[in-house]
């Protein structure tokens, strides 16, 4: 049974910074491209970042790019992004999510990825 869990979403200031970690369990990530999507309230999931099997290629959505890093750990099986210079609106749930095939590029829809974690919410307050 594949579980992804994120962790260290919180309240911050806008300026300040985060790291979420996604923990996977239940299969091996090395050959899996991962990601990260988010939730706002009254919106439809949107592509954060993704990152290929050894971790040497990413890609990020223009809202997020240059402020947020997605890096990744396979011999612990755990996924990171860390997120800076946040702004109000970076607020949402943030999920994480394995591709639903092996040996695929980085992929940024939804539909592509066939396991997510439950979400951690992130608040950056004005």
């Known amino acids: 049974q594949v579980q992804l869990v994120e962790s260290g979403g919180g309240l911050v200031q806008a300026g300040g910074s985060l790291r979420l970690s996604c923990a996977v369990s239940?299969?091996?990530?090395?050959?899996?491209?991962m990601g990260w999507f988010r939730q706002a309230p009254g919106k439809t999931r949107e592509f954060v970042a993704a990152?290929?099997?050894?971790?040497?290629?990413?890609y990020y959505a223009d809202s997020v790019k240059g402020r947020f890093t997605i890096s990744r750990d396979n011999a612990k099986n755990m996924v990171y992004l860390q997120m800076n210079s946040l702004k109000p609106e970076d607020t949402a749930v943030y999920f994480c999510?394995?591709?639903?095939?092996?040996?695929?590029?980085?992929?940024?829809?939804?539909?592509?990825?066939?396991?997510w974690g439950q979400g951690t919410q992130v608040t950056v307050s004005s």
């Open positions: 999510a394995l591709d639903r095939y092996t040996y695929k590029g980085l992929r940024d829809r939804a539909d592509e990825y066939g396991y």
């Open positions: 239940g299969r091996t990530i090395s050959n899996y491209g």
């Open positions: 990152i290929g099997r050894s971790g040497g290629n990413t």
